[in-house]
């Protein structure tokens, strides 16, 4: 990589708080909205709301979102967007053993699922399981989201929890043997999609849990993710090509002791996205990655991607890792906030953040604001930010050798993305995204 | 062969002459050695020859087998035959080895209007060439020259050409960085290449690597121009006395 700028911006995000704000348009915002009364459900959300217009919507001129528009998230509905071709590629993890689960605009579609079942694991959906009064989720429901709406506010996370209808919730006991694949698809083209996972590992539990697809003109998801102490969750999330065009995005997970996270998300284009990682560790020895690897093209329209990651060491011992790689052209914007924050006592804590990206012509550009803010002593923490073009020697090392100049590009970019895909464990899951990464950059790579 | 006739080479981004009239005839078969202070402009002529970015040829020509190399992109140089074992290879993270040198390969021939070589093929011939230079399997799938010591790169970069089959092999250096037996296993490997329709051009600096690939002409440069060109002896002369009386009496 050649570095060519380091852009840096020094400012803590402030608690927002302006209730005066709130009032119109999260009332237009609300009245276009379809708020469940729920049933397990019904006082996070009655709360949620009571949050969300505390905080009111956020506003271009907030410092946490400064770097992207809240704008299209915030108005009443979204532009609708024609239901898209069959995408040429056969979808992905197909050939996987896994446990499906179809969601049609958002909503569960059993007939096209398999059966709710999997060897150690308690599984429903929300719609489901909101008919009733009780629930093991209730517990955790707009819990975790609560907790992670101090000290920065995501409004749009308290109203994902009033309103979402549908989304899995799962309860991981043992191992299981699969893992399970969410998928996404579009009916309508107005659809403005609001899904809820909540995800509770008891102690020891694993689980790998896959999202792919496409998720409606506008998205709002949030995953609540609870893990015990020894419990490992591999969340992965791709989004195919040119699909999901206003998406917005929480993880809220609360990381007990030896526990293991690990999220993975690959993006490619969409017209605006923003995804949040909002990740607790609270016991010790914990570890929480988080990576992405992003491929933006502004060439058919806009491309805005924002990753915005908060991850909080309140534990000794714990490791994190943040590893954000952008590949971005033809006027494709691509933005990163990751911050983290050291508790006091949170002693030995290892943390590290890189955001990275290579623009492959000057019309594109990135936008990165690294934060560390530590109060223990005893710790190491370091991030580190780039933005870079192709490497030219690189280029000729390759062309010398007979290989065309698109394919080499493809090359270079697959080695840039490296990092972030190595973050993937499993063997398998990561070859099936390489494979598709070069697919679609091969195809792509003329344009 | 290839033919070299008057070269005048500067720099794009600054006005800097490194190439003043280079001329250079290696016909087919044959092996050529080009010796010379540093800075002389050897790496530069390599570079020129298959098409970096950088350069402005300001005057003259090269051709092989009687086409301009000069206008064409440094892929189709490779495809019509060329070929640069570096003297400082790149390294790749990320980029297999083997997934590297096949794409290269196929390219080629696609370029060429060949076949593209089955997988199991290209398994068979790499781990053949491998073997003879002693690269093993587990460094085949490692990325491309990442953590390979400087000697390993090196035999990598002869194992690409082996496997690239060029006509015409330029070789920038292949010799420093190794060790004895690492120089006797490379140049095993370059005379098993010898053929007449294939041709080498040598940059070096020591006498000892054309102990083992016996040239057949010896080239000194010195100031972006080839001064003086003879039989093996003049590399033993380098060898013994230096630069300083070669260039005097060249003038
Ligand atoms: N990109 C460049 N920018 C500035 N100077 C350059 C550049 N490329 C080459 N030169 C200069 O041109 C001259 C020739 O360089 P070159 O690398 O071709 O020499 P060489 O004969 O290969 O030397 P060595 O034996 O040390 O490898 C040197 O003075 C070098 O500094
Ligand atoms: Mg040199």
């Known amino acids: 990589m050649n570095e060519i700028a380091v852009q840096t911006k020094d400012v803590t995000p402030q608690a927002g708080a302006a209730p005066a704000r709130a009032a119109e348009g999260l009332q237009a915002r609300l009245d276009a909205t379809d708020l469940p009364q729920g049933g397990f459900t019904a006082a996070a959300r009655r709360e949620a709301l009571d949050r969300l217009r505390q905080m009111g919507l956020p506003a271009p001129r907030d410092e946490y979102w400064r770097y992207t528009d809240p704008r299209p998230f915030n108005a009443p509905v979204p532009q609708p967007i024609a239901i898209e071709e069959r995408a040429p590629d056969s979808p992905l993890f197909a050939t996987l053993d896994r446990l499906t689960l179809v969601f049609v605009d958002g909503r ?41 709406q101090r000290p920065v506010a995501r409004p749009f996370a308290a109203l994902n929890t009033a309103a979402a209808r549908d989304g899995v919730l799962i309860r991981v006991t043992g191992r299981p043997t699969r893992p399970v694949h969410i998928m996404h698809r579009r009916a309508t083209a107005e659809a403005d999609v609001v899904w809820h996972h909540v995800l509770r590992l008891e102690p020891g539990a694993e689980l790998t849990l896959l999202e792919t697809g496409m998720v409606g003109a506008r998205s709002n998801g949030v995953v609540e993710a609870d893990l015990a ?35 993975f998300n690959l993006s490619v284009n969409g017209t605006l996205m923003r995804h949040e990682g909002v990740i607790d560790i609270v016991g010790d020895d914990a570890s929480a990655h988080i990576a992405a690897a992003v491929l933006g093209d502004g060439r058919v329209g806009a491309f805005h991607h924002d990753d915005t990651v908060f991850i909080t060491h309140g534990a000794e011992r ?19 906030q990751g911050k983290i924050l050291v508790k006091p006592g949170a002693q030995k804590t290892d943390g590290y953040q890189i955001s990275q990206a290579l623009l492959l012509d000057e019309a594109s550009q990135f936008l990165a604001k690294p934060e560390l803010e530590i109060y223990a002593d005893d710790v190491k923490c370091s991030h580190g930010s780039t933005t870079g073009a192709l490497d030219e020697d690189a280029m000729f090392y390759l062309r010398s050798r007979g290989v065309p100049k698109d394919r080499a590009i493809v090359f270079l970019v697959l080695s840039f993305l490296a990092d972030a895909l190595d973050e993937i464990e499993d063997e398998v899951l990561r070859g099936e995204i390489s494979d598709r990464l070069e697919a679609w950059l091969t195809r792509r790579a003329a344009k | 062969m290839l033919k070299i006739h008057n070269l005048h080479v500067k720099l794009e981004e600054e006005d800097k002459q490194i190439l003043n009239g280079l001329s250079l ?74 997934t590297f040198l096949r794409t290269a390969v196929n390219a080629q021939r696609k370029a060429r209007g060949e076949d593209e070589m089955s997988s199991g093929e290209f398994l068979k011939a790499v781990r ?19 953590g390979f010591s ?22 920038d250096e292949t010799d420093s960085g190794l060790d004895v037996d690492a120089m006797r296993l490379v140049s095993d490997g370059v005379n098993a290449l010898r053929s007449p329709d294939r041709s080498f051009l040598v940059i070096t600096h020591y006498q000892r690597l054309l102990n083992h690939i016996q040239p057949d002409v ?33 003038g």
């Open chain 1, 318 to 336: 714990g490791e994190s890792r943040q590893v954000f790689k952008k590949v971005l052209k033809n006027g494709a914007e691509g933005v990163f």
């Open chain 2, 218 to 250: 010896v080239h000194i440069m010195s100031n972006g121009r080839i001064v003086k060109s003879g039989g093996p002896e003049l590399a033993l002369q380098v060898e013994e006395e230096g630069y300083g009386d070669l260039l005097a009496e060249a």
């Open chain 2, 150 to 171: 400087g000697g390993e790169k090196k035999r990598n970069e002869i194992l690409q050409m082996a496997m690239l089959a060029p006509r015409m092999c330029i070789m």
């Open chain 2, 25 to 98: 005839e290696v016909p087919a078969g044959q092996v050529h050695a080009i010796m010379g202070p540093n800075g002389s402009g050897k790496s530069t002529l390599s570079y020129v020859l298959s098409g970096r970015d950088g350069y402005v040829v300001t005057e003259g020509d090269a051709t092989l087998d009687g086409d301009s190399l000069l206008e064409m992109e440094p892929e189709q140089r490779a495809a019509a035959g060329l070929f640069l074992a570096f003297q400082y290879p790149v390294e790749i993270p990320g980029v297999g080895n083997m």
């Open chain 1, 229 to 263: 102490r020894g419990a490992k969750l591999h969340h992965i999330t791709a989004k195919r090509a040119g699909h999901q065009k206003l998406g917005l995005s929480h993880i809220f997970a609360r990381v007990d002791a030896e526990a293991q996270l690990k999220c």
């Open chain 1, 108 to 148: 569960f579609d059993a007939d096209a699922s398999d059966p709710l079942a999997l060897e150690g694991i308690e599984i429903a959906t929300l719609a489901q399981a909101d008919a009733a009064e009780d629930h093991w989720a209730a517990g955790l429901y707009g819990v975790l989201e609560a907790a992670g």
């Open chain 2, 128 to 146: 053949e060439k491998a073997k003879d230079l002693q690269i093993d399997a587990e460094m085949l799938k490692r990325p491309m020259n990442v």
